[in-house]
Every structure is written in structure tokens, then in C-alpha cells.
């Protein structure tokens, strides 16, 4: 299957900006469609962004529209969340995934890294 790792979370003030990645390793790691999860405390998981493989399809979340970005780079087979105008609102652990097809729909999706904390805090 495919292992997943993120980083660059942490702690940033409202307004600020922050960049996740996403290393994509095991077999055949560029063949999958990749996204961003959100969870934050007490609350269910939520789509941020997906992108097919190809990197040329993207759907983002309504609440995350305008503000971030993901991208993908697969001879890296990285793929990266830029974070701008962050709120209080983004608080949350953020994960990465992996699935067969894009969808935003958090049970589509088959194989998940353990996240990365991103907190936004004055």
C-alpha cells in the first residue's frame, strides 16, 4: 500500500500563513489521488482539498476556498497545503490521504498519515 507522513504544522496567529506537506512512500506512490483532512475537537473530519494524480483537478472545501492551495509535485511525490489568512476556525489536526478517486467524502478515501497540528491563536 502507501505510507503517508505530514509536517509543518504548528502554532500561528489569526491572519497568518502556514505550508503542510505530505510525503507519499511504498508502492507505486504517484498513481493515487490525494487530499487534505481536517478535524478539529469534538468535530467530525472535514474535506479541505482533494487533487486527482494528474494534479490538474482540485476541489477545495467551501470554509477553505480562496485561502489555500494544494498542489503536488510527484517527482518529489510530495504534495503541499499552502495556508494563507488563517483563523481560529482552522484549528484542527490536519491529514493527509490517500484514495483510487477524488471525492469529498472522508470514507473514500483508504489510507491516512497521523496528522499534524495546526493551531491559530492570538
Known amino acids: 500500500q502507501v505510507q503517508l507522513r505530514e509536517s509543518g504544522g504548528g502554532s500561528v496567529p489569526p491572519g497568518g500563513s502556514l505550508r503542510l506537506s505530505c510525503v507519499i512512500s511504498g508502492r507505486e506512490p504517484n498513481i493515487w489521488a490525494m487530499a487534505w483532512f481536517r478535524q478539529a475537537a469534538g468535530k467530525e473530519r472535514e474535506f479541505v482539498a482533494a487533487l486527482n494524480r494528474g494534479g490538474q483537478i482540485t476541489l477545495y472545501g467551501d470554509s477553505v476556498q480562496g485561502r489555500f492551495t494544494m498542489s503536488r509535485d510527484n517527482a518529489k511525490n510530495t504534495v503541499w497545503l499552502q495556508m494563507d489568512s488563517l483563523t481560529p476556525e482552522d484549528t484542527a489536526v490536519y491529514y493527509c490521504?490517500?484514495?483510487?478517486?477524488?471525492?469529498?467524502?472522508?470514507?473514500?478515501?483508504?489510507?491516512w498519515g497521523q496528522g499534524t497540528q495546526v493551531t491559530v491563536s492570538s
Open positions: 490521504a490517500a484514495s483510487s478517486v477524488v471525492d469529498r467524502s472522508a470514507a473514500r478515501w483508504s489510507n
